[in-house]
């Protein structure tokens, strides 16, 4: 069943789930802005969605800065990066609230638009199924 649900709404079930995973990352860095020593992370979604589509490959650096760290299952390699620090801060945060605040709206904005996707796909299966 799970292969045939995947061939109904293509890669957009996928990147939907992607799309969640990087708004929970933007919104754990908001929440740790003042937490001393926290390093914000970001999700490479291209990488990532190429992974979910069955490409070959492995993380997609765009900056010799960002590091492999492990997804939520301890999984090496995962698509998710460390953010580079725009400006230093003394306590060691590299999180830019501004910064972080408009990478959220973004975020947001495209996950409305996979969860629309996979919703005009739905419509099109029960009108299907109705007969219409």
């Not at 740790?32 to 650096?61: I, K, M, Q, S, W």
Request: proline share 2%.
């Amino acid at each position: 069943m799970a292969g045939s649900i995947d061939s109904m709404f293509g890669i957009h079930g996928a990147a939907l789930a992607l799309r969640e995973e990087r708004l929970s990352l933007i919104a754990s860095n908001i929440a740790n802005a003042d937490t001393p020593n926290y390093r914000a992370r970001d999700l490479d979604f291209d990488a990532a969605l190429r992974r979910a589509g069955g490409e070959a490959g492995g993380l997609d650096a765009t900056s010799a800065a960002h590091y492999k760290v492990a997804d939520s299952a301890g999984n090496p390699g995962a698509a998710q990066v460390y953010r580079v620090p725009m400006q230093a801060s003394l306590d060691g945060n590299t999180v830019d609230t501004d910064f972080e605040n408009a990478a959220f709206a973004r975020a947001a904005l495209e996950y409305r638009a996979s969860l629309s996707f996979v919703e005009g796909r739905v419509r099109t299966l029960l009108a299907a199924i109705g007969g219409e």
